[in-house]
Structure formats: structure tokens, C-alpha cells
């Protein structure tokens, strides 16, 4: 289980005058779902790709556990909002790749590991032998799904995973993320970007407000799971959340 430290965080990007994060500290404990949302520009990516180690501080920490991040590494797994898939490789290949990095095992045993999953995720023996280019954007995004969990990392970090496709398609990967999630053995921590007020609610343990680069509202979200889309907004204290996070996001205080 491995919890994420962002500590006294500075980002400032070359050739710019303003700071994209000032002074953020933030800890996502392990096995928790952490939802980061804002308005664009407010720090959420800058924010995620520290995390992935794609990006370093101008100053201060962002640490798994007690080691600090300083670059990409297998203990993360990362789901961006444009698919990420290579398109010169199937879709089993492109799960099956990442997965011989990481394992030692047989081909074979990698294969069915991999077939297992993307049946799991909905993609039938046509879908996996096909290319990327010839699946829908939600279709694409369920292998990128199916690849994040097969890698096993105790970290997930997602950037707008889910902006790119219709709502009904969102909402299926949504739940598709929860029950993946929910029958893991060890809950894997994710961090997620959303712009989506309802989306954070629904998968969140907590939704963190960004708002210029610092943090405005950090809230925990009580229901118990497995939620359900269509009784959530039920909750006791499901409104006024909503209303503060909506706040939040305004920039009001
Ligand atoms: N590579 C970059 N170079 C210069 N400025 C950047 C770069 N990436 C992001 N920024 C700036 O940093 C701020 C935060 O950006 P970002 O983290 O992408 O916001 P968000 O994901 O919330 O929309 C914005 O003002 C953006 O213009
Ligand atoms: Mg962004």
C-alpha cells in the first residue's frame, strides 16, 4: 500500500513568471481514491505529473511512501485523457508490452493473464486483435484501463481518464474503475483529475479542490460503497458537498 506526499511544493514552468503550484502539501493515503479538480489551468496535471515523475518540483518533495519520486518507474500506473495506446500494436499486444517489462512469467501465462482482463474490461477476441484506430475513443480507454490494472502497480494515476467520451460511455468506465478497484486485494491509491463535480463525488474518498495553484477546499466524501449512481445524490449530505465543492470551483469563499 503506498500512500503519495506532495510536500511544500513550488512549480514554476521555464519562461513563465507565474508559479503553476505554490506551497501545496497534500498527502493521499494508500488505498484511498482522491479525486483533483478545478478550473483549467489551476495546477491539477502540473499537479499529476509530479506524481508520475514526469515532472520535478522547482521546490519541495513528492514522495511514495518514504522515498522521493524522481522519475516514471512501474510502481505507477498512469491512464491520460488521449488513449496513450501504441498504434502500430493490437490491443492484446499493447497490454501484453507492458506487462513483459514488468514479469518474468512465460508468454503464454502473460497472454492469458491478458485476455482475462480485457474480457473483464468488455473487449471480445475481435477487439483485442484489433488496432487501437479501429476502436471508439471509450473502447480505446477501456484498454488503457485493462493495461493500468494488469501492471498491478499500488498507484494509479489518471488525468481526465474519462473527458473524452460520451456520458453513458463515462459512466459504464466509471463503474468499471469502482469494481476493479473495489475487488482488488490490496486497494491500489489512485489520484484522479476530473473537472466533473459528480464524477469526483461518486469515486472519491476525497475531492481536493485546486484553484491557481493551491489548494481551496479538501473534503471528504462519507458514502459507503459500493455507490450507486442512482440513489448517491440521496445521501444525507450529497448537496451540500456538491454545493461547496461548486463553490470551490468558482472561486468563492
Ligand atoms: N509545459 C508548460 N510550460 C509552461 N506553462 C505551463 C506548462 N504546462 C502547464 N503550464 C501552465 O501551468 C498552469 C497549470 O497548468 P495545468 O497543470 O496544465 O492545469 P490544469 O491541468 O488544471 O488545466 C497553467 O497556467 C498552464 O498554462
Ligand atoms: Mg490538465
Excluded at 522521493?68 to 496513450?84: C, K
Excluded at 517489462?101 to 508468454?107: G, H, I, L, T, V
Excluded at 468499471?176 to 461518486?202: P, R, S
Aim: glycine residues 6%.
Amino acid at each position: 500500500m503506498s500512500t503519495i506526499l506532495f510536500e511544500d511544493i513550488n512549480v514554476k514552468y521555464d519562461k513563465t513568471e507565474q508559479y503553476a503550484l505554490k506551497n501545496l502539501n497534500l498527502t493521499i493515503q494508500a488505498g484511498q481514491i482522491v479525486s483533483l479538480i478545478g478550473p483549467s489551468g489551476c495546477g491539477k496535471s502540473t499537479t499529476l505529473n509530479l506524481a508520475s515523475g514526469l515532472l520535478t518540483p522547482t521546490s519541495g518533495a513528492v514522495k511514495i511512501n518514504d522515498s522521493e519520486i524522481t522519475g516514471p518507474g512501474l510502481d505507477r500506473g498512469v491512464v491520460f485523457q488521449n488513449y496513450s495506446l501504441f498504434p502500430w500494436m493490437t490491443v492484446l499486444e499493447n497490454i501484453t508490452f507492458a506487462l513483459k517489462q514488468k514479469s518474468k512469467e512465460p508468454k503464454e501465462v502473460i497472454t492469458k493473464k491478458a485476455i482475462q482482463i480485457l474480457e473483464k474490461v468488455g473487449l471480445d477476441e475481435k477487439a483485442q486483435k484489433s488496432f487501437p484506430s479501429a476502436l471508439s475513443g471509450g473502447m480505446q480507454q477501456r484498454v488503457a484501463i485493462a493495461r493500468m490494472f494488469i501492471l498491478d502497480a499500488p498507484v494509479f494515476l489518471m488525468d481526465e481518464p474519462f473527458s473524452a467520451v460520451d456520458e453513458i460511455t463515462r459512466n459504464q468506465l466509471q463503474d468499471l474503475l469502482l469494481n476493479l478497484w473495489e475487488e482488488g486485494e490490496t486497494k491500489k491509491t489512485v489520484l484522479v483529475v476530473t473537472h466533473n463535480i459528480d464524477e469526483a463525488i461518486f469515486l472519491s474518498d476525497r475531492v481536493v479542490v485546486l484553484h491557481d495553484g493551491q489548494i481551496q477546499e479538501d473534503l471528504a466524501i462519507p458514502f459507503k460503497r459500493p455507490r450507486n449512481r442512482f440513489n448517491i445524490d440521496q445521501e444525507e449530505e450529497y448537496t451540500k458537498i456538491r454545493r461547496e465543492l461548486l463553490k470551490a470551483i468558482s472561486g468563492e469563499y
